[in-house]
C-alpha cells in the first residue's frame, strides 16, 4: 500500500501532538500554573516560546494545553461514536417505529443550534472537563447516528446481510460482524472531521470564557489569555492559533486519505 | 526655530506629537527648557475649545440590560453616557474641589446638620421646562426611597428632612455631616424633572446633550441641547456618541483605526505597546480606583477572622502590581483609601506578604480543602490573571484557592454582592466618608463585603460630625484598621486608570477621581479641527 | 406533479410539527433553569410578601403546561413578553437584532455561495491537479483556523494597518446602505471563509460523484468540452447534496455567528442571547432559541424541498 505524502506528513504530526499530550507531565519544563517569569518575555534559552500573560513559560503551557485540548476532544469524539454509531446501526436494522422515534428525536436536538445549546448548558451549568466532554459528545452524536444509520442502511441491504439474516444470525451479530467492519473507512474518515470539529469547538467556548477553568487551559483558551498581544504580534497569542490550525490540518490530512481510499473501494459514500 | 517649534507646538496642541517628543525637538533645536515650555503653553492655549464634530468613544461596561435610570447605574458606559444628559447639583472637579452645577452656592450651619443649597436660576431642561428647587427635592426624595433600589440610597438615607424655600434647597441631616456637597457628587443624583418619579428612565435632565438614540449594550448618542446653562465650558461637539465595545482588543483596533476618538480601559498589558503606536496618547492617572477581592464576612468560612486574615497575608501585592498592572499603580493595604484622599492614615503599616504567618492563621481557622474564587475577565482588567497569581502565592503559604471563572455577562448582578468570596473593583470616592458609606456602613446597598459592625457605622457617623481634622483623621485611623484587620477586603492594589485617545481630541484633563475623566470626557473635550 | 405538491406538504406539516416539538423542548429546558425568576427580578432583599405576589402577578403558580399554552399563545400572535432584566419588549427587541444577523448572514451568503460553487467547478474540471489541489489547500487552511482568530488576523491587517475597513462593525439606523456594507466587510470575509471549505468541498464531491454515471462517459465521448459536460450535464443532477449543504451553512451564517458578532462588536442575535442567558432572563433564552429553531428548520425544509422537486427518483419515495 503506497501512502501519499500528505498523508504522511497528517500522520507524523498528529503522532507527534498526541505523544506530547500523553508525555506532557514528564516533558514539560516548568510545572503547568508555575509563575517563572515576567510577562510576555520573547523567546530565550530559558523559555523556548518565551512567557505568557503572567509569566508563566509558554512551552509548559503549550504541553499542558495540548495535552487539555487533545484530551477532551478525543473523549467527547470517542463518547459521540460510541452513541452515535450504536443508535445509528440500530436504527438502520431495526428499522420501524425505533428508527422513526430515534430519528425524528436526533432532528429535534439538530434543530438546536449546538453553539446556542451549549451557551445555554455551559452558562447554567458548573462548567467542569466532564461536564463539558458530555455536552459536546452529545451534541456531536447526533451528526453521528445521521451518518451511520445512512451508511448503515446501505449496507442492510446488499446480499450478504440478506444471507446472514436467512442463515438465522442476531441483530447483534449481524451489526458486530457484517455492518460494523463495513461501514469502519466511511466512519473512521468522518472521526477525523469529528475530532476536528470537537477541537474548534472546544477553543471556541474557551475563548467565549466557557471553557476549562483556570489555570488549566486549553489552546483555545491560551489564545483568550493572551488575545491583547495578537495585534502586536506577541508569540503567546500566535502560537496556539497555530498549534490549533496545524493539529486541524494534520488530522484532516489524514482523514482526506481515509476517505479518498474509502471512495475507490466503494465508489462514494451514501447518504 | 521658534516657528519650527511653535509648528510642533500645535501639533501637541492637537495630541499629535507627545510632550517630551516636544521638548526633546525643543532641545534639538537648542531652545532652553522654560522657553520651550512657554511656546508650548502658548500654543495649547492658542488652541482653545474647537466646536463641532462628532465626539465618539468605544467604552467597555455596556450591557443589553442597562436602563437611562440613574438609580440603577454602576458601570462605565450608562454614567459616561447619563453625564452627557443630566447634571447633579454638585461635582466633584480634576483636583478634588467643589464645582457648582445645578446648585450654585452653598450654605452650612455650624453644626453641619443643615445645608442651604441656592438652586441656580434658568436651567432648563431638555424638556423645555426650569429647574426648580422642588425638582431637586423629588429628585433626593426618589433615591432615599427603599424600593427605588438606588446606588444612592446610603448616601441620601442620612437626609432627615428636605424642603424646597423659594429658590433654595435645605437639607436637615440625621446626624451632622461635613462631606455633604461631596456626596451630593454622586452620579446616580442626577436631577430631573419631577425627581424622575414618572418617568425614571425618561433620559431627560439638564446635560449638554439630548438622548438620541439608546441602544443599551450597542450604542448611545446625544445631540447637543441648544438651551444648556453652560454651554461656555462644555459641550462643544455636536454630537456625543459611546459605542460599547466590551472586547478590550477590539476597543484597541477602534482607536488605532480611527473609528472612535477615545477609549476607556486599556488593559495595562498593552501600554507600553502601544504607546509606540504614533496618533495614540495614553491617557494615565492615579486615582482611588482599586480592584479587590471581596468575602462576605457574615458567609461561612469567611465568617473567620483567621482565615480571613491568612488570605489577606497570602498575597503578594507587589507582585500584582508589578505583573497585572505593569507598575501603573500602587500596593493596597487592605482597606479602601490611599493617600489621594485628605485625611490618609499614613502610618498604619503596610501588610506584606507573609506565607508563614499566612499559614499560621490558616491552620488556626481549622478551615480544610479549597476555597472558591470566583474571577471574571469583566471584574477588573487582568482580574482573571490575578486569580491565577494570588492562587499560586497562596499555594506558598498551604492554601489552597480554586479559580472559577464566571461568564463576564452578569457578573455584576449574578456574582458581586451575592457570591461569598469574589474578584471586584472601585473606583473610589472623593472623600474617605463617601467611601465607606457606599460600601461598609451596615445600611449600605452595596456593602459587598457584608461587613454589619454597629461599632464601625458609630466610627463612621462620629468622623462625619467631627469638624476638628486632627480628631477626624484619628478616627477614620480607627476604621481604616477594622477594615484592615477584621474586614471581608483584601485589596491589593490602586489601579491607575488608562485610557487612551486618537488624535485631534483637545481638553484633556487628568482626573483621578475616575476614568474617562470622571466619565466626563465628552462632554469636556473637543475635536481639533 | 400532484404527488409532488402532496410531497411538499407533508414536509411542510413535519416542519411545523417539529417546530411545535422544538418549542415544548425549549419551554420544558428554561423551566429546569436553576434560580427562581422573581428572585431574580427582585434580588436578594427581598421581602418574601412581595416575591409571593410577583409570583402570582407572572403566573408562576400555574401549573407548566398552563404556562406553555400562554407563552405559546403570545408567540403565535408575534407576543413574545417583555424582557425580565430591564423591561423591554422582546419583540421590538429582537426585530431589530434580527434583522442585523440576517443583513449580515445575507450578505456572507451573497459572496460566499456564488464562490464555494464556482471554485468546487473548477476543482473539478482540474480535477487532480494543481488548481484543484491549491483550491482544497487554502480551504483546508481555513476550515483548520479557529474563526476568532482569523477574525483579529484580518482587524490586524486590514482594520488597524491598511485602514482600509473599520475593525468595529456596530450598524444602527440611519446609515447608509453603502455604510453599513464597509461596516461589515471584515465579519463578511470571516464567514466566507468560514463555510467556503465546507460548500466548496461538497460541491466538488458531489459533482465527481454525478461524473462517474454512466450518461456522463456517454456525453464525454460525444466530444463535449469539460466545463460544458460538468456544468450542463453533472451539475443539475447533483443540485440536491449542494442545495442540501448550502442551506446547512445558510444556517451557520444565522445562528453561528456568535462569536463573530462579539468580536466585531456586532449588534446581532447571537450576542443578545448570550447578554441575557447569564441573567436568567428566560423569556428572552425562550424567544431565541424558538428563532434560531425556526430559521434552522426552515432552511432544511427549503432544502428537503429542492431536493424532492429536483430529483425525479425521489418523487417517488418506497
Same mark, same amino acid.
Given at each position: ?271 | ?329 500602587? *500596593?493596597? +493595604?487592605?482597606? %479602601?483609601?490611599? $493617600? !489621594? /484622599? ?7 503599616? #503596610? ?63 449574578? *456574582?458581586? +454582592?451575592?457570591? %461569598?468570596?469574589? $474578584? !471586584? /473593583? ?7 466618608? #463617601? ?95 | ?318
Amino acid at each position: 500500500m503506497r501512502i501519499p505524502v500528505s498523508a504522511l506528513i497528517g500522520l507524523f504530526f498528529t503522532g507527534l501532538f498526541f505523544l506530547t499530550a500523553i508525555l506532557a507531565p514528564w516533558i514539560a519544563p516548568y510545572g503547568m500554573a508555575e509563575v517563572v517569569g515576567n510577562v510576555w518575555e520573547p523567546p530565550s534559552d530559558r523559555f523556548w516560546l518565551g512567557t505568557d500573560n503572567i509569566g508563566r513559560d509558554l512551552l509548559t503551557r503549550m504541553i499542558w494545553g495540548g495535552r487539555t485540548t487533545i484530551f477532551i476532544a478525543t473523549l467527547a469524539t470517542v463518547l459521540s461514536f460510541a452513541l452515535g454509531a450504536f443508535l445509528g446501526f440500530m436504527a438502520a436494522v431495526i428499522g420501524g417505529w425505533v428508527d422513526q422515534a430515534l430519528s425524528r428525536f436526533v432532528d429535534l436536538v439538530m434543530s438546536i443550534p449546538p453553539l446556542i445549546f451549549a451557551l445555554v448548558v455551559l452558562s447554567v451549568m458548573e462548567v467542569t472537563t466532564p461536564v463539558l466532554i458530555l455536552v459536546m459528545g452529545l451534541l456531536d452524536s447526533t451528526r453521528v447516528y445521521r451518518l451511520s444509520r445512512a451508511v448503515a442502511a446501505d449496507i442492510n441491504v446488499m446480499d450478504f446481510v440478506e444471507a446472514a439474516r436467512l442463515r438465522g444470525e442476531g441483530r447483534g451479530w449481524i451489526i458486530f460482524h457484517e455492518i460494523l467492519p463495513n461501514a469502519l473507512s466511511p466512519l473512521v474518515a468522518e472521526l477525523g472531521l469529528r475530532f476536528i470539529f470537537a477541537v474548534l469547538f472546544l477553543s471556541t467556548l474557551s475563548f467565549l470564557g466557557l471553557g476549562v477553568q483556570p489555570p488549566a487551559s486549553d489552546w483555545g483558551g491560551m489564545v483568550k489569555e493572551n488575545k491583547e498581544g495578537i495585534v502586536f504580534g506577541i508569540w503567546a497569542a500566535l502560537v496556539p492559533a497555530g498549534a490549533i490550525a496545524a493539529l486541524a490540518i494534520s488530522v484532516n490530512l489524514v482523514a482526506d486519505w481515509v476517505l479518498n481510499r474509502t471512495s475507490d473501494l466503494k465508489g462514494g459514500r451514501g447518504g | 526655530m521658534t516657528k519650527e517649534l511653535e509648528y510642533y507646538g500645535k501639533k501637541v496642541a492637537r495630541g499629535l506629537m507627545d510632550r517630551r517628543a516636544f521638548m526633546g525637538r525643543a532641545a534639538a533645536l537648542g531652545v532652553s527648557a522654560p522657553l520651550a515650555g512657554t511656546i508650548l503653553a502658548g500654543a495649547v492655549q492658542a488652541a482653545g475649545p474647537v466646536r463641532g464634530g462628532t465626539l465618539k468613544a468605544g467604552m467597555q461596561g455596556g450591557e443589553s440590560t442597562n436602563s437611562l435610570d440613574p438609580a440603577t447605574w454602576a458601570s462605565d458606559v450608562p454614567i459616561s453616557f447619563g453625564r452627557t444628559w443630566g447634571e447633579t447639583m454638585v461635582e466633584v472637579g480634576p483636583t478634588g474641589e467643589i464645582e457648582f452645577r445645578i446648585a450654585e452656592s452653598v450654605e452650612a450651619s455650624p453644626d453641619a446638620r443643615t445645608w442651604t443649597f441656592r438652586i441656580r436660576e434658568g436651567v432648563e431642561f431638555h424638556n423645555g421646562k426650569t429647574v426648580t428647587p422642588d425638582d431637586v427635592v423629588k429628585t433626593l426624595q426618589r433615591h432615599s426611597d427603599e424600593n427605588s433600589k438606588s446606588g444612592a440610597l446610603g448616601i441620601v438615607k442620612g437626609i432627615e428632612d428636605m424642603k424646597a424655600d423659594g429658590q433654595y434647597v435645605v437639607l436637615t441631616l440625621d446626624s451632622p455631616n461635613a462631606d455633604l456637597p461631596y456626596l451630593l457628587a454622586d452620579y446616580h443624583l442626577m436631577i430631573q424633572p419631577g425627581g424622575g418619579f414618572e418617568a425614571p428612565d425618561a433620559g431627560i435632565g439638564t446635560g449638554p446633550y439630548r438622548v438620541a438614540e439608546n441602544q443599551p449594550g450597542v450604542r448611545h448618542v446625544g445631540t447637543r441641547f441648544e438651551n444648556y446653562w453652560d454651554a461656555g465650558n462644555r459641550g462643544f461637539a455636536d454630537t456625543v456618541e459611546i459605542t460599547v465595545v466590551n472586547d478590550a482588543t477590539a476597543r484597541l483596533a477602534a482607536l488605532q483605526s480611527g473609528q472612535v476618538n477615545m477609549i476607556n480601559r486599556v488593559e495595562p498589558k498593552v501600554v507600553n505597546l502601544i504607546k509606540r503606536v504614533p496618533g495614540v496618547t495614553v491617557r494615565n492617572v492615579s486615582g482611588r480606583g482599586h480592584y479587590v477581592f471581596i468575602m462576605h464576612v457574615n458567609t461561612p468560612p469567611f465568617d473567620n477572622n483567621h482565615l480571613r486574615l491568612a488570605l489577606k497575608l497570602a498575597i503578594n501585592r507587589q507582585e500584582m502590581v508589578d505583573k497585572i498592572l505593569q507598575g501603573y499603580g500602587s *500596593v493596597g +493595604n487592605d482597606f %479602601p483609601i490611599n $493617600a !489621594s /484622599y485628605p485625611l490618609f492614615p499614613d502610618d498604619i503599616p #503596610q501588610r506584606e506578604y507573609d506565607p508563614e504567618k499566612a499559614a499560621f492563621h490558616y491552620r488556626k481557622s481549622g478551615h480544610s480543602g479549597s476555597i472558591l474564587l470566583r474571577t471574571s475577565d469583566v471584574a477588573f482588567p487582568g482580574a482573571v490573571d490575578a486569580a491565577q497569581l494570588y492562587q499560586q502565592h497562596a499555594k506558598a503559604a498551604g492554601i489552597d484557592i480554586e479559580v472559577k471563572r464566571e461568564p463576564g455577562d452578569g457578573y455584576w448582578s449574578e *456574582v458581586w +454582592n451575592k457570591k %461569598p468570596f469574589s $474578584a !471586584s /473593583y472601585w473606583s473610589g470616592r472623593p472623600v474617605q466618608d #463617601q467611601m465607606y458609606s457606599t460600601a461598609y456602613l451596615s445600611t449600605a446597598e452595596w456593602n459587598d463585603t457584608k461587613f454589619f459592625r454597629p461599632d464601625f457605622d458609630k466610627i463612621i457617623i462620629a468622623a462625619r460630625a467631627e469638624l476638628d481634622p486632627v480628631k477626624r483623621k484619628a478616627l477614620y485611623r480607627e476604621a481604616a484598621l477594622m477594615v484592615r484587620d477584621e474586614g471581608g477586603l483584601i485589596l491589593p492594589m490602586f489601579n491607575d486608570f488608562i485610557d487612551a485617545t486618537g488624535p485631534k481630541v483637545g481638553g484633556w484633563v487628568p482626573d483621578g477621581n475616575g476614568g474617562m475623566m470622571n466619565d466626563k470626557a465628552l462632554i469636556k473635550c473637543w475635536l481639533e479641527a | 406533479m400532484s404527488a409532488i405538491v402532496k410531497l411538499v406538504a407533508q414536509r411542510l406539516a413535519l416542519g411545523l410539527l417539529l417546530l411545535l416539538a422544538v418549542s415544548v423542548l425549549i419551554f420544558a429546558g428554561t423551566q429546569i433553569l436553576p434560580g427562581d425568576v422573581a428572585q431574580s427580578i427582585l434580588g436578594q432583599s427581598a421581602t418574601p410578601t412581595a416575591l409571593a405576589n410577583l409570583r402570582e402577578e407572572l403566573g408562576l403558580n400555574d401549573p407548566a403546561w398552563l404556562r406553555y399554552l400562554r407563552w405559546l399563545g403570545g408567540v403565535l400572535t408575534g407576543d413574545l413578553g417583555t424582557a425580565l432584566s430591564n423591561g423591554q419588549d422582546i419583540s421590538e427587541a429582537i426585530g431589530r437584532r434580527l434583522g442585523n444577523t440576517l443583513f449580515l448572514a445575507f450578505w456572507a451568503a451573497a459572496v460566499a455561495v456564488p464562490l464555494a460553487i464556482t471554485l468546487g467547478l473548477v476543482a473539478v474540471r482540474y480535477r487532480n491537479r494543481w488548481p484543484d489541489r491549491l483550491i482544497s489547500g487554502l480551504t483546508l487552511a481555513s476550515i483548520s483556523l479557529p474563526e476568532f482568530f482569523i477574525g483579529y488576523v484580518l482587524i490586524f491587517f486590514f482594520g488597524v494597518k491598511l485602514r482600509w475597513f473599520p475593525s468595529v462593525a456596530t450598524v444602527y439606523d440611519g446609515m447608509s446602505l453603502w455604510e453599513k456594507l464597509n461596516a461589515i466587510a471584515l465579519p463578511v470575509t470571516v464567514l466566507t471563509l468560514v463555510v467556503l471549505a465546507h460548500m466548496m468541498r461538497m460541491t466538488r464531491a458531489a459533482i465527481l460523484n454525478v461524473m462517474q454515471s454512466a450518461y456522463i462517459e456517454t456525453a464525454e465521448l460525444k466530444g463535449l468540452g469539460q466545463f460544458r459536460v460538468i456544468f450542463r450535464h453533472a451539475f443539475p443532477n447533483a443540485i440536491a447534496p449542494i442545495v442540501n449543504v448550502v442551506m446547512i451553512n445558510l444556517a451557520y451564517l444565522v445562528v453561528g455567528v456568535v462569536v463573530v458578532e462579539v468580536i466585531f462588536v456586532y449588534p446581532g442575535m447571537g450576542q443578545y442571547l448570550v447578554d441575557h442567558v447569564a441573567k436568567r432572563d428566560v423569556p428572552v433564552v425562550q424567544a431565541t432559541g424558538l428563532i434560531f429553531a425556526a430559521v434552522y428548520i426552515g432552511l432544511n425544509l427549503v432544502a428537503d424541498i429542492v431536493a424532492i422537486v429536483s430529483n425525479p427518483r425521489l418523487r417517488h419515495p418506497k
